[in-house]
């Protein structure tokens, strides 16, 4: 069952929710009175500028970061009493053009008749090198791709070495908006004999439009199509955020429900809710 309880697992995101929801409302009346006086560029976005509203949610930001994000699926297609839940942990170090980001997922996934795996999954970590000039309002990246099979559990992980690819583009728009899109490709090179290959595309379109005293509107539920397994997850995401300073750097808090509109295989979520604390320091 790995290193980590069922529970622990799902009070690890109950607890992120609860932060999540908590800062979000924590200062509404603030921020009011902040928008009164929104002839000061700063305060129209909560304390921050237009920029460091824009890099919170860039994932080509020149900074380093801690992000603590979780999706709880609350309902899976044809077994509606089954869930589950992962955490995941993702630090981001800067180094001139490169953007290394690791996934570290601690999950909680059904097994059948009412029983569940928990613990660490499959590490991945990608290395996106900027190929656009400081200054770009559309920033590129592309670079290698790494998966680790250290899952506790067949049931948490594919036991496979994968390498494969990441893109990323980002377009920055006044007022601190982002639109942009995060892809990625792995496919399987060596492992477990006895666990299927993989190949999976993975795309993330990102939208976050900002509203003004630091809040914003975000969509970034992630595609996920299974080429090996001819599985496929299409989800639509609709949430609010808010960005502002704090720990010696930004903040980002946000709570984003994912409705599915298209899948293909069994057992895919239904519904996901996905929250996330986002830390950011200069490097």
């Given at each position: 069952m790995g290193g980590c309880s069922r529970r622990q697992t799902c009070r690890l995101g109950a607890s992120l929710a609860v932060v999540v929801i908590s800062t979000l409302g924590s200062t509404a009346a603030a921020q009011e009175s902040q928008a009164a006086a929104a002839e000061a560029p700063a305060s129209a976005a909560g304390g921050v500028s237009a920029e460091?509203?824009?890099?919170?949610?860039?994932?080509?930001?020149?900074?380093?970061?801690?992000n603590l994000?979780?999706?709880?699926?609350?309902?899976?297609?044809?077994?509606?009493?089954?869930?589950?839940?992962?955490?995941?942990?993702?630090?981001?170090?800067?180094?001139?053009?490169?953007?290394?980001?690791?996934?570290?997922?601690i999950s909680t996934t059904?097994?059948?008749n009412g029983t569940y795996a928990s613990g660490l999954g499959d590490i991945n970590v990608f290395d996106a090198i900027k190929v656009t000039g400081e200054g770009a309002t559309t920033d590129l990246a592309v670079g290698p791709l790494l998966v680790l099979p250290t899952a506790a559990s067949d049931a948490l992980g594919q036991g496979k070495w994968q390498?494969?690819?990441?893109?990323?583009?980002?377009?920055?728009?006044?007022?601190?908006?982002?639109?942009?899109?995060?892809?990625?490709y792995q496919a399987?090179?060596?492992?477990?004999?006895?666990?299927?290959?993989?190949?999976?595309l993975a795309a993330q379109p990102i939208v976050t439009l900002s509203m003004g005293g630091?809040?914003?509107?975000?969509?970034?539920?992630?595609?996920?199509?299974?080429?090996?397994?001819?599985?496929?997850?299409?989800?639509?995401?609709?949430?609010?955020?808010?960005?502002?300073?704090?720990?010696?750097?930004?903040?980002?808090v946000f709570i984003e429900p994912q409705y599915t509109v298209y899948a293909r295989g069994a057992g895919?979520?239904?519904?996901?809710?996905?929250?996330?604390?986002?830390?950011?320091?200069g490097k």
């Amino acid at each position: 069952m790995g290193g980590c309880s069922r529970r622990q697992t799902c009070r690890l995101g109950a607890s992120l929710a609860v932060v999540v929801i908590s800062t979000l409302g924590s200062t509404a009346a603030a921020q009011e009175s902040q928008a009164a006086a929104a002839e000061a560029p700063a305060s129209a976005a909560g304390g921050v500028s237009a920029e460091q509203m824009a890099k919170a949610n860039n994932p080509l930001a020149d900074m380093n970061a801690l992000n603590l994000q979780d999706s709880w699926v609350p309902t899976v297609n044809g077994a509606p009493d089954d869930h589950s839940n992962t955490m995941y942990v993702r630090p981001v170090v800067v180094s001139g053009k490169q953007i290394i980001r690791a996934t570290i997922p601690i999950s909680t996934t059904p097994l059948g008749n009412g029983t569940y795996a928990s613990g660490l999954g499959d590490i991945n970590v990608f290395d996106a090198i900027k190929v656009t000039g400081e200054g770009a309002t559309t920033d590129l990246a592309v670079g290698p791709l790494l998966v680790l099979p250290t899952a506790a559990s067949d049931a948490l992980g594919q036991g496979k070495w994968q390498a494969g690819a990441a893109g990323v583009a980002i377009h920055s728009m006044p007022g601190g908006s982002v639109l942009g899109a995060l892809v990625t490709y792995q496919a399987s090179f060596a492992g477990d004999e006895n666990r299927s290959a993989t190949s999976i595309l993975a795309a993330q379109p990102i939208v976050t439009l900002s509203m003004g005293g630091g809040y914003y509107f975000r969509s970034s539920a992630t595609w996920v199509f299974d080429l090996e397994q001819h599985r496929a997850l299409v989800p639509f995401g609709a949430g609010v955020g808010r960005v502002f300073k704090g720990l010696g750097g930004v903040v980002n808090v946000f709570i984003e429900p994912q409705y599915t509109v298209y899948a293909r295989g069994a057992g895919q979520p239904a519904l996901q809710l996905y929250t996330g604390v986002n830390l950011q320091w200069g490097k």
